[in-house]
Structures are given as structure tokens and as C-alpha cells.
């Protein structure tokens, strides 16, 4: 009874830390125009803040990754809740872009480790039932885009509510919510030792991780990774004057994610892992096409188009590494993810800057107002319709690459099956 009432606690901890996670992801959109407004910042600059949470996540996912087995999981997460508070509480007192970029960074850390810490956690207290297993790893995984939509909710209401509410540092505050619970969930619990039972050593892990299909996949996730975090990080300025609200697109985007990571299992099943890819690819660039195209009610169908696209992405990339470079292990799966935050990193001062030259090229046109950041934001918005649009291509090869190396397996096992 106890080990079922210690797993559980572990469990629903792991959760609200990566409910923290997600706060930090959409709370931080939410306030990002009261950011750019209360310290004077251009959209390059506020890019260079967004890419510090994409950059502080995989440097401690990867780190973490390393060190799992011998530093623990418990000892990961108090870095986490250390990484996070520190985070949080920079933020508020921030007082310019400087202050911003450290805190934005800690809080990226504290994300990082609380991936590298409860997914291996999680397994490891399911390792004797693999189809529990799954379920509550998918179940954990559900929270990110789940939290996302709470969060953009809760900014939202705050928002709108005005006065102290409105407040980008009062937002901040509500971070410490989920932070504050897991601590408690965790505290005094017994954390499952780490399986080492079957693993394969680094020196495997990293021969395996240059394989064609690793780098391809390494290649593939940095697009995914941007096609599903871009259009998401800068809804607030991209879509504020598109006639719908920009956080309700978010809240919708991420609770049709939720919904559909829940029940990933039988689309992978009846699609394969190839086929859901190349899927996600098609309806991403079309939802994000929309998404620069259309204004007023039809933006939430293009909100419905993209979340469909990018839904799988990322766990059906995860499990793409799992099941074709088995012998990358936890390290390639901590590998693959990284690189998708990093990349992410590297793209948001991008995208800022692609924000600020559409902002000036459509004022030099004459447009003013609601109109010009209207124009500025689709502007931006076709540019980043490219991603999802190699991956189209990028997918197709992969799908016949796949094929084909199936097929000469069950060719190469025809004779022995004849004898």
C-alpha cells in the first residue's frame, strides 16, 4: 500500500513539475507584449529573452541525462525547484533586458531538469509492466500541452481582469503554485533507484548516435521542434490583431494537443510512426498558411489545422529514436529532445527580427495601427510556413527510407523462414 501511495505522490509531483514547465511557456507569451512595452524592447530583443527558455532546457536535459544514474532523480528535481524559484523570483525583479535573459535562463534550467529527471523516473517505477508503462508516460507527457492551455487561460482571465491581475509580475507569481506543490508531493518520498539493468555504455550511446538515421532524425526534430514552439512562443504579438484572441488560440491549440497525446497510441497503430510524421508535416504547414492568411472566427479552425499537425511531433519523434536507434538509449532520447529546444533557441531572436523588418517595411508602406501589426504579423507568420514545409519533403524521403529497409529485412528472413 505504501509503495502504491509513494508511486503515486511521485507521480502526480512529476506532473505539477511539468505543469510548472508549462506555466513558464504560456504565462511568459501571455506577458510578453506588458514585457516589451514596461522596458522598451524591439521583438529581436524579446526573441533573445524566449530563446534563453529554450536554451537553458536542453543544456540541463542533456546534463541530467548524463548524470542520472549516478547524481539521482531526487537530487535533479531540488535542482529544478532551485533553478525554477531562482527563475521566477529574477523575473520579477528583473528591472530591464539584461535581468530578464538570467532569469528566463534559470527558469529553461529548472524545465531542463525535471525532463531529465521523471521521464527515466516514471519508467523505472513501471519497468515491470511496459504497457503501464507507456500509459503513464504518455499521461505525464499529456500535462506540457495541458498546462500550456491552463496557463494561457489563466493569463488570459488576469489579463482581462485589469488592475493588479493584470500585472505581468503578479502573473509571474502564479509560477510558484505548481512549484511550491511538487516540492511539497516530493518531500519525504522514496525515489525508485535507476535501472541499470540492460543499459548500454556511453561509448555504445554515442556510436550509435551517428548513424544516418539518428543524424536524420536530429536534422528533422530541429525543424518539428520550431514548427510546433514558433507560431506558439509569439502568439500574443503575432495574433493579437488578427480579430481573435490570441491566448483563446493558444488554450485551444494545446487542449486539442492534450486530448490527442492521450490517445496517441492508436493513431501511431494505425498510421505508423512515418505516417503520423509526414500527417503532422502536411496539416502544420497548412494551419500555419491560414494562420497568415485569415482573420476574425476562422483563425480558431486554423488554430484546429495546427494543432493537429504538431500534436505527435514530438513523442512520436521521441519514440522514432527508441525504436530505430535502440542502442542510442536515454542518452539519444535526452539528445533528440534537446535538440529540438535548442534549436528553438536559436530560431525565437530570429523570428523577432523577421517581426521587426515586416513591422518596418509595411510602416514605410503607410499602413498604421490594428493594419500594420495585423500585415507584420502574417508576414512573419508565412515566413515560418517553411519549416513544416521541408519537413513535407524531408518525411516523404524518410517514409520510402523506412520502407525499403523493412522490406529487405523480411527478404533477408524469407530463406531461414523457407528451412
Not at 204 to 222: D, G, I
Not at 293 to 306: D, E, K, N, R, S
Not at 373 to 401: C, H, N, R, Y
Request: net charge positive.
Amino acid at each position: 500500500m505504501n509503495e502504491n501511495v509513494n508511486k503515486s505522490a511521485l507521480f502526480n509531483g512529476s506532473c505539477f513539475a511539468l505543469i510548472t514547465t508549462a506555466f513558464t511557456f504560456a504565462i511568459r507569451a501571455g506577458i510578453l507584449p506588458q514585457l516589451g512595452e514596461q522596458f522598451n524592447l524591439s521583438a529581436e530583443q524579446l526573441g533573445f529573452i524566449n530563446s534563453m527558455w529554450f536554451l537553458g532546457f536542453p543544456i540541463s536535459m542533456i546534463i541530467g541525462g548524463l548524470v542520472y544514474h549516478s547524481f539521482g532523480a531526487r537530487n535533479i528535481m531540488r535542482v529544478a525547484f532551485v533553478a525554477h524559484t531562482l527563475g521566477i523570483l529574477l523575473t520579477i525583479y528583473s528591472g530591464g533586458y539584461t535581468g530578464l535573459l538570467i532569469s528566463t535562463l534559470f527558469i529553461g534550467f529548472g524545465n531542463g531538469c525535471t525532463e531529465a529527471a521523471c521521464n527515466p523516473m516514471i519508467a523505472d517505477m513501471y519497468s515491470d509492466n511496459h504497457i503501464k508503462m507507456n500509459k503513464m508516460l504518455s499521461r505525464f507527457h499529456m500535462w506540457f500541452p495541458g498546462g500550456i492551455l491552463l496557463g494561457a487561460l489563466i493569463s488570459k482571465f488576469m489579463t482581462e481582469a485589469g488592475g493588479f491581475l493584470q500585472q505581468w509580475q503578479t502573473q509571474m507569481w502564479v509560477l510558484m503554485i505548481p512549484t511550491l506543490i511538487y516540492v511539497v508531493l516530493f518531500y519525504g518520498k522514496t525515489f525508485p533507484k535507476a535501472k541499470v539493468e540492460g543499459a548500454t555504455s556511453l561509448a555504445q550511446n554515442f556510436k550509435a548516435m551517428f548513424s544516418p538515421t539518428f543524424l536524420f532524425l536530429f536534422f528533422c526534430m530541429a525543424l518539428t521542434a520550431i514548427s510546433e514552439f514558433g507560431p506558439q512562443q509569439w502568439v500574443s504579438i503575432i495574433m493579437s490583431h488578427s480579430g481573435a484572441d490570441s491566448m483563446l488560440i493558444l488554450a485551444l491549440t494545446t487542449g486539442l494537443m492534450a486530448v490527442g497525446r492521450f490517445f496517441a497510441g492508436p493513431v501511431v497503430r494505425a498510421l505508423g510512426q512515418t505516417g503520423v510524421l509526414l500527417g503532422g508535416a502536411i496539416f502544420a504547414t497548412i494551419g500555419i498558411y491560414l494562420f497568415s492568411v485569415v482573420t476574425g472566427p476562422i483563425a480558431y479552425l486554423a488554430a484546429v489545422v495546427f494543432a493537429i499537425g504538431v500534436c505527435f511531433f514530438w513523442p512520436v519523434m521521441v519514440g522514432s529514436v527508441a525504436q530505430r536507434v535502440p542502442l542510442s538509449g536515454a542518452l539519444g532520447m535526452s539528445v533528440i529532445g534537446g535538440i529540438g529546444m535548442f534549436s528553438t533557441a536559436i530560431f525565437q531572436p530570429i523570428i523577432g527580427g523577421w517581426i521587426d523588418g515586416a513591422r518596418e517595411t509595411n510602416a514605410a508602406a503607410g499602413l498604421t495601427g490594428s493594419t500594420l501589426e495585423l500585415a507584420t504579423g502574417q508576414d512573419a507568420l508565412s515566413k515560418m510556413v517553411s519549416f513544416p514545409a521541408i519537413l513535407i519533403v524531408l518525411f516523404i524521403i524518410f517514409f520510402f527510407w523506412q520502407k525499403s529497409l523493412k522490406d529487405k529485412a523480411v527478404q533477408a528472413a524469407a530463406p531461414q523462414a523457407s528451412h
